[in-house]
């Protein structure tokens, strides 16, 4: 069984950083792109940033500039340095990625537990 778990929320105040960061674990044979995924309180959920295996990266205008997104392949982890951070990046971030289950042999889409993030004064 695989899963993603994500750490490094909190509270920070306006202009502040924070790093948050996903593991993966389990029966792992490959893991494709992984990104991060933002849901505020009454929104859906959206794309704030994804990297191919080799690193190609993607980011959502409202976070480019501000967000990079890495990857360590050799550890199965991710990682989004945010910095500049604004009240409107409040939201519950998760982590995702596409992994080849040993197991079962193909692609599937696998889901952190979400990490908050507050922006507040």
């Known amino acids: 069984q695989v899963q993603l778990v994500e750490s490094g929320g909190g509270l920070v105040q306006p202009g502040g950083s924070l790093r948050l960061s996903c593991a993966a674990s389990?029966?792992?044979?490959?893991?494709?792109?992984m990104g991060w995924y933002r849901q505020a309180p009454g929104k859906q959920r959206e794309l704030v940033a994804t990297?191919?295996?080799?690193?190609?990266?993607t980011y959502a205008d409202s976070v480019k500039g501000r967000f990079t997104i890495s990857r360590d392949n050799a550890k199965n982890t991710v990682a989004l340095q945010m910095n500049s951070l604004k009240p409107e990046d409040t939201a519950v971030y998760y982590c995702?990625?596409?992994?080849?289950?040993?197991?079962?042999?193909?692609?599937?889409?696998?889901w952190g537990q979400g990490t908050q993030v507050t922006v507040s004064s």
């Open positions: 995702t990625a596409g992994i080849t289950d040993r197991s079962l042999g193909f692609v599937t889409a696998y």
């Open positions: 990297i191919a295996r080799r690193g190609t990266t």
């Open positions: 389990g029966s792992i044979f490959s893991i494709n792109a």
